[in-house]
């Protein structure tokens, strides 16, 4: 218990947390300091750009090992059946109707990119390796979750429509899934860095290796602004609902912790599937489900991952994850 | 005199979730053309809907349509049914133009 | 056909720097809502106010209000006084709206 | 009650291309002042003109007037000439202002 | 040949190209992926005043050779006088009409500023050194195309109008010729380069050097968007302007290199120039033709060299133009 | 006077002066030139938060000093009183009324954060270290002017208004003062980097340290375009208050010398105190007076601190200071 504190302190006198923690200060008290929009928005690409190339580039030095399909079979796995799990106990311990559980349920099989990329941060301080092909989990993971999260949201629909029921799956659905920026730019990137090696590293390198720390930071300090800001939608939450915040992203990283050892991964590639399995979306899967399910309410499920779990995973949650990770590991 | 010719002007403030579709819709009932404000806050029944997004879900859209009194018809009474479950206003109002071919 | 009902539209071009006065107002007066344009330019009295800003000190906003004839009365009563010493100014027209409720 | 004064509104919609001679236009005939929303999308009888731009070819702008009859008059007129071969609609409507001093 | 091959495939496996690729492909599929528009005028400005200023530094580094009179005179000679030649083939071979027409030739004469940058980095990559004040010539370049075109649209304007005819320069032209940002940019910034020397690119290395190649991958990104997004405007255009916008920059480049070879440039240099000379602009001549020569259709122009010429230019015409080079200067 | 000649010539052609003239020249020529406005506020940020940081972690490294508390005690003493000293000029020397002059003070009791950062700039070039938490001083000083300047005003208040004096201190002006923007990011940043020190610094290096002066040089470019646009308004602020925007920051930097001499630091602190007392504000200040004192005129005191004062300082003022401090220093 004694490693967990000191890595949960060291954790947090880290600068990319402290600019969070400034951040959530200065959203919180009012201050006018705000990041232009499309400043944010670009430090989110060029973040995305970054890990999805470095991905890439470290799966093509350490080539397709046995454990890579493996892997991506899990990510699936896991973005499908996780929001099952989180609408069974939303529907149990909260008062949230059909759709507003079917929505938050989503969010949860879905991952927080910056969370992620955190985390890598995290292993990287620390100087523990972990697989490059990870950030393909990463990818993989983003969508699946929505297509259950509107199945699940089928069951009541049937009752209120009076119209044919509409396909599940519309055409701007499959846009907002398939073709999302974030899947694209990944996975784009990802592919760019598996294709050119060392070689376009060696050129990529001085832009997206050497300033991503600092880069990370200033966008956590942004992040932190709009959690501040989004404090007070706590009330519109209500406790049950927060408390699910809580304990969510901590039976999500035990069941990623479980299947990551399972399928043989590295010390790092455990942690790191823990994060994933904890974090929630709270970019893309927004999105899509105000396009498909409009009923559901945003002022719940926006607040809930972005100034709930996103702040804990960040703060308490990777160091945690991390001590666990180590003690399965070495079992 | 330049000829002056009235037409009806409907004003749309609705969260950009939705405007793709609303804005099909106009193209569909046969306007010839609107006009998008990208990016308007403001705050109504469902709340603040501000600038500080990571995605769309809280922004708002301002769309313009100008159009002759039948079509404008059509549009106002489509709008009805696109809006359910989403934030958004629907204003209308008398206005004139030059230039008719464009409407 | 769909139901309209009468209101008034006010809109206020200000400088930034007085529209969260103005805003606060409009709320406190009892407006359902209000939709904000956040950065236009423009000339008037004061001088070209452009986009080139540092600061706000610049900056205009373009700040717009629907509400029922009484309520519109109000605000356009308590505008008067707060846009003293400001860049601003105040324009009302007639307009109709569907879903009465959200005005 | 306030005194309210009777004055025309000018909406011009036009590719950004255009947008300075315009409103050179708009300050020789007379205008006090104007409003510009610098940055709207659209559809019209030229295509789509969208946000997505390296120059400003395909981007449009929302130029606002408020002006007394006579001088909105002159405005229109003098519009038909300088939107030859451009993008752009006008739209005039009937409005109220405050504080007449500023038009 | 087989070298060519072997130049044109790697070019296409540099993390440029395939960044430019991805965005073509999100642009067509319509992802929503999208660099926010400001970002993307920020990273242009950035690659202008980063390739100014190391132009500036290489010509104070080797002085004021004999060559570079002659070289800013060519670059005056091509912008001038290559619209001829592209509004004789284009009255010959397509339908345009005298504005269109005329509109369509400024934008050959003048050229692209990433095209320039593209080969720059290409050159790099394979250690190929060039004149540091070419960037001059692509400064000069940008706007003597736009005097030409609006020359040729006189012949037709005078018959149509009534009014006395309005005078060719307008002031709002003016501005737009010799002030425009990208000519004040580069030109201010190649000063700069000049004057503070090796001492001034210690200051700004680390920003505009080391970062360079990643910028302008991600800003190559943004422009295949842009494309991918502009492609569908090809049947606006119609088939024979299509082919205009693939053989007009295989003629210019063919003029490029030999008149390049002629005044005794480098093989670097001469790549370059023929590289001038075969793109086309799609940012400063646009906006001087919708100011100047309304009657042109932007819709026909913009998707010629923005999604036609340019994306020809940067995979397939750079190595080529590099080849043919190779070849001349071994003559 | 022979090296302060020198001095002077060697700023002017660092490439950060020469950008700024670049941009000067440019906005006042109305080139098309123009940095997206996110972009300015970006960089903007980013200059605070790599001074503020760099601070922190120096102020970790070399201990709070005995010298520490005298110049935080100093700070808050120049900002608070220098306003009564400018206001008193003003209103003897020039026609402004009170609540005009009063705003004007307040300006140039504040400090231009930029202005600071050239003046590190210039020290960092030639070598010459400081005192870290001089940076604290730059914080600190950016707001206590403000009371003063409100306080002036008051005087002519009581007199014209028939309501009861509202309070000098609204809700709205305390959050501009306390929490603005640039007060938290600076003050944070230090904070942040005070508490992480080496460690921290070797995490955020790469993208704050690095690249900072090439970034301080685009950002100089655009407040250069700023401040040649604004060239034009001198027209409205009359040349006595012109005259005092030049002499104003000679006696500022006087008393800012003597002062730092006093408290006892090194020569490099002695150079930045005189530049902070010299500077005057143009985005803190500004909007705290608009909402706090519209009367006063904005195009008076944008322009004085803008387009006189601040270039004043960038291009002479600086090297003077340094001269200077390096002659009391020595004495
Ligand atoms: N009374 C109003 N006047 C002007 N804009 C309004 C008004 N009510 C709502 N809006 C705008 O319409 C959006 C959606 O409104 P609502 O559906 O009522 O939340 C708000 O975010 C505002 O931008
Ligand atoms: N006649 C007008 N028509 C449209 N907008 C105006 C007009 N007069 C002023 N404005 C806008 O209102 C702002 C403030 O006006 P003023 O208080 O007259 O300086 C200006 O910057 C313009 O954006
Ligand atoms: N009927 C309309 N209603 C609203 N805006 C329009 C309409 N027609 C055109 N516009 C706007 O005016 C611009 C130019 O129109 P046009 O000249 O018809 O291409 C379009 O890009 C739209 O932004
Ligand atoms: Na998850
Ligand atoms: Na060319
Ligand atoms: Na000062």
Not at chain 1, 293 to 297: D, E
């Given at each position: 218990m004694d490693t967990l504190l000191q890595l949960a302190l060291a954790n947090l006198v880290s600068p990319m947390v402290l600019f969070f923690v400034l951040g959530v200060a200065a959203g919180w008290l009012k201050s006018d300091l705000a990041i232009p929009e499309p400043i944010s928005k670009g430090l989110a690409l060029y973040l995305m750009l970054a890990i999805g190339f470095k991905g890439g580039v470290e799966l093509e030095a350490n080539g397709?090992?046995?454990t890579v399909v493996a892997a991506m079979a899990l990510a699936l796995a896991l973005s499908f059946s996780m929001p099952l799990l989180a609408y069974a106990l939303l529907r149990a311990a909260t008062r949230l109707d059909v759709p507003n559980a079917a929505a938050v349920a989503a969010h949860y099989g879905s991952v927080s990119v910056v969370t992620f990329v955190a985390a890598t941060g995290f292993l990287g301080y620390r100087a523990v390796p972990y697989e490059g092909y990870l950030v393909a989990m990463l990818a993989l993971m983003e969508t699946p979750a929505i297509v259950t999260g509107l199945l699940l949201a089928r069951r009541s629909k049937t009752a209120g429509t009076t119209k044919p029921q509409a396909p599940l799956f519309s055409k701007e659905l499959a846009r907002e899934v398939f073709l999302s920026g974030s899947v694209v730019l990944l996975g784009g990137s990802l592919a760019i860095g598996w294709i050119t090696g060392a070689k376009g590293m060696a050129v990529m390198a001085p832009g997206i290796v050497d300033p991503f720390k600092a880069v990370l930071a200033v966008f956590l300090l942004d992040m932190g602004l709009l959690v501040g800001r989004r404090l007070q939608d706590f009330r519109t939450v209500g406790w049950p609902v927060v408390a699910f915040g809580l304990y969510m992203p901590l039976i999500g990283a035990t069941i990623g912790l479980v299947a990551a050892h399972a399928i043989g991964l590295s010390l790092g590639g455990i942690t790191l599937v823990a994060v994933l399995a904890a974090s929630a979306s709270y970019i893309v899967v927004p999105a899509a489900m105000r396009v498909s399910?409009?009923?559901?309410?945003p002022a719940i499920y926006v607040p809930l991952s972005l100034a709930i779990t996103f702040p804990f995973n960040l703060i308490a949650g990777i160091p945690l994850y991390h001590a666990a990770a180590k003690w399965i590991a070495s079992m | 005199m330049t000829q002056l010719y009235r037409k009806k002007k409907i004003e749309i403030v609705v969260e950009a979730a939705r405007a793709r579709a609303i804005i099909e819709m106009i193209e569909a009932v046969g306007a010839k053309g609107y006009t998008i404000v990208p990016d308007v806050s403001g705050r109504g029944n469902r709340g603040v809907r501000d600038?500080?997004?990571?995605?769309?879900?809280f922004r708002n859209m301002l769309i313009i349509v100008i159009a002759a009194e039948e079509i404008a018809n059509r549009i106002i009474e489509q709008l009805q049914p696109l809006l359910k479950d989403y934030a958004g206003i629907v204003v209308i109002s008398d206005v004139e133009v030059i230039r008719d071919e464009h409407f």
């Open positions: 397709l090992g046995g399910l409009p009923q559901a309410n | 600038e500080a997004h990571l995605s769309d879900v």
